[in-house]
């Protein structure tokens, strides 16, 4: 069955420090997709970004960037210069090719705090 | 555009009630998924509806259904309601290809308190 790991339950930082999320995921499909959402304490999932199984290309938005190592079933994403608009809890999820319709399966979700 | 929206954001039940929540997913989206999120964990897939048709189902009882209109919108309905089912429901619409790689994009939610 699908299972994804948020190991770390809250992260607290202070401004401008960077921080990093880590994502361990399973999965018997070989083809899926991950996904990491940010949830501020409005309660809605902000949608950040989507990899396919077979991109394992690094990528960057601006403050944002994720790692994708699938040797290691990991999908981390790291907020460079963190600013206190980041405090949220952000999530990671999988989706499989083999499962019924598009179900995301979800992690435990990590908390950040950012301080000033 | 309007995004997903969810109505009523805040609802409390006793227990044994039943309950309708309703969304509307964005405009041009087929496929609404629904999710339970309990306090302090992740979301979890209740069911995900596209065309009017049931197209995934999670590990959720009876008590729970939904359905999709016409135009798209959804009802999640949840019958015998049980103090466990105190949580933040959340429908997501995505675009509705059988791409499993599809984006979902969630809605503010409705916190439901059942006392």
């Known amino acids: 069955a699908q299972k994804v790991t948020q190991a770390q339950t809250e992260i607290s930082v202070v401004e401008k420090e960077d921080v990093t999320l880590d994502c361990v995921y399973e999965?018997?499909?070989?083809?899926?997709?991950l996904f990491w959402y940010k949830q501020p304490p409005s309660g809605e999932l902000v949608f950040l970004i989507r990899?396919?199984?077979?991109?394992?290309q690094n990528e960057i938005s601006g403050r944002y960037s994720w790692n994708f190592q699938k040797s290691t079933s990991s999908f981390n994403f790291t907020i460079t210069a963190s600013q206190v608009v980041d405090s949220a809890v952000y999530f990671c999820?999988?989706?499989?090719?083999?499962?019924?319709?598009?179900?995301?399966?979800f992690g435990g979700g990590t908390r950040v705090l950012v301080k000033p | 555009d309007a995004g997903v929206t969810q109505s009523p954001t805040h609802l409390i039940k006793t227990r044994g009630q039943h309950v309708t929540l309703r969304c509307s997913p964005i405009?041009?989206?087929?496929?609404v998924s629904w999710y339970q999120q309990v306090l302090g964990q992740g979301p979890q897939f209740i069911f995900q509806?596209?065309?009017?048709?049931?197209?995934g189902r999670g590990n959720f009882p009876d008590r729970f259904s939904a359905r999709q209109f016409p135009n798209y919108s959804s009802e999640l309905n949840v019958n015998a309601l049980l103090l466990g089912d105190s949580a933040l429901y959340l429908c997501?619409?995505?675009?509705?290809?059988?791409?499993?790689?599809?984006?979902?994009?969630f809605g503010p939610g409705t916190r439901l308190l059942v006392l």
């Open positions: 999965t018997r499909d070989t083809t899926y997709y």
């Open positions: 990899r396919n199984s077979f991109d394992e």
């Open positions: 999820a999988l989706s499989e090719d083999g499962a019924a319709g598009n179900k995301l399966t």
């Open positions: 997501a619409s995505s675009v509705g290809t059988s791409d499993k790689s599809e984006t979902q994009y």
């Open positions: 509806y596209y065309e009017k048709e049931e197209r």
């Open positions: 405009s041009g989206h087929k496929s």
